[in-house]
T-cell receptor, first 114, second 116 residues
Framework: AQKVTQAQTEISVVEKEDVTLDCVYETRDTTYYLFWYKQPPSGELVFLIRRNSFDEQNEISGRYSWNFQKSTSSFNFTITASQVVDSAVYFCALSAWGGYQLIWGAGTKLIIKP | DTGVSQDPRHKITKRGQNVTFRCDPISEHNRLYWYRQTLGQGPEFLTYFQNEAQLEKSRLLSDRFSAERPKGSFSTLEIQRTEQGDSAMYLC??????????????FGAGSRLTVL
């Protein structure tokens, strides 16, 4: 069975601090996709990144970076120099290769204080 | 294109009543998904369409739930004889089919249902 665990329910940091959101997944598949989505207070889920299981290279996009490690079944998300606008609930999700259904973690609520 | 639209945004109903939600996906997207999200949880898959065909329905979904996507455009999700446990945010998403699946989903703002 597939499962995604986001152990951090809520994180609160002061603006400009770096913060890492953890994601641990379980799957028996050898090929799969991992995702991160952001859900701001407005409620609409916004896609951030998709990573396939073949590619363990870290990815950086501006202040965002992702660390994928198959050995520990983790796909962690780091925000550098956090800003108040980063405040949101962040979800990690998993999908089988060729699948259409996303399995979601429970989300991590990130609060950035000014 | 203005993205994925959902209507109504909020619905309050009494237990036992029927409700219907509508989703208008991005026009060129041939895949459409319905998810349900309760407070403090991630979205839960309900059903999925490719064009007009409903290809999968969650085993967790009771027979009171039905979804359609006539002509492969907009979709409706109907809940019959609503129960208080149906209170949730109902999310619609759409995507383009890709060979490897696991599409990037574009979500609507959701329809929040409150059953009294």
């Amino acid at each position: 069975a597939q499962k995604v665990t986001q152990a951090q329910t809520e994180i609160s940091v002061v603006e400009k601090e770096d913060v890492t959101l953890d994601c641990v997944y379980e799957t028996r598949d050898t090929t799969y996709y991992l995702f991160w989505y952001k859900q701001p207070p407005s409620g609409e889920l916004v896609f951030l990144i998709r990573r396939n299981s073949f590619d363990e290279q870290n990815e950086i996009s501006g202040r965002y970076s992702w660390n994928f490690q198959k050995s520990t079944s983790s796909f962690n998300f780091t925000i550098t120099a956090s800003q108040v606008v980063d405040s949101a609930v962040y979800f990690c999700a998993l999908s089988a290769w060729g699948g259409y259904q996303l399995i979601w973690g429970a989300g991590t609520k990130l609060i950035i204080k000014p | 294109d203005t993205g994925v639209s959902q209507d109504p945004r909020h619905k309050i109903t009494k237990r036992g009543q029927n409700v219907t939600f509508r989703c208008d996906p991005i026009s060129e997207h041939n895949r459409l998904y319905w998810y349900r999200q309760t407070l403090g949880q991630g979205p839960e898959f309900l059903t999925y369409f490719q064009n007009e065909a409903q290809l999968e329905k969650s085993r967790l979904l009771s027979d009171r739930f039905s979804a359609e996507r006539p002509k492969g455009s907009f979709s409706t999700l109907e809940i019959q004889r609503t129960e208080q446990g149906d209170s949730a945010m109902y999310l619609c998403a759409s995507s383009l089919a890709q060979d490897s699946g696991a599409n990037v989903l574009t979500f609507g703002a959701g329809s929040r249902l409150t059953v009294l």
